[in-house]
């Protein structure tokens, strides 16, 4: 069975900092593209970033360009996103997701795995 788990969430101020993980277990997924998303109050769920787990290539989507940076940890199957100057617009819950659909896709259809998501708000 698939699990996605997300952590390292929290409330932090306005340009501090955050690292959240994801770890998986189930299977391996070398050649899968794992993905962060996320979703604020009221708002539909919005991409962020994607890792090729295989070559570790990244595609950042333009709002968080510069800002986030997605990793991973092949030996810990486990994914990251280093948040820094953190703003209130970036409270939201994070979610980490996994499709085999090559390329880096940037819709949530597109991903056929997810966690539960962790919450992340930013004080003004």
């Known amino acids: 069975q698939v699990q996605l788990v997300e952590s390292g969430g929290g409330l932090v101020q306005a340009g501090g900092s955050l690292r959240l993980s994801c770890a998986f277990s189930?299977?391996?997924?070398?050649?899968?593209?794992l993905a962060w998303f996320r979703q604020a109050p009221g708002k539909e769920r919005e991409f962020l970033s994607v890792?090729?787990?295989?070559?570790?290539?990244?595609y950042y989507d333009d709002s968080v360009k510069g800002r986030f940076t997605i990793s991973r940890d092949d030996a810990k199957n486990t994914m990251y996103l280093q948040m820094n100057s953190l703003k209130p617009e970036d409270t939201a819950v994070y979610y980490c997701?996994?499709?085999?659909?090559?390329?880096?896709?940037?819709?949530?259809?597109?991903?056929?795995?997810w966690g539960r998501g962790t919450q992340v708000t930013v004080s003004s």
């Open positions: 189930g299977r391996t997924f070398s050649g899968y593209r």
């Open positions: 890792i090729s787990w295989s070559s570790g290539r990244t």
């Open positions: 997701a996994a499709t085999v659909i090559v390329g880096y896709p940037s819709t949530e259809n597109a991903y056929d795995y």
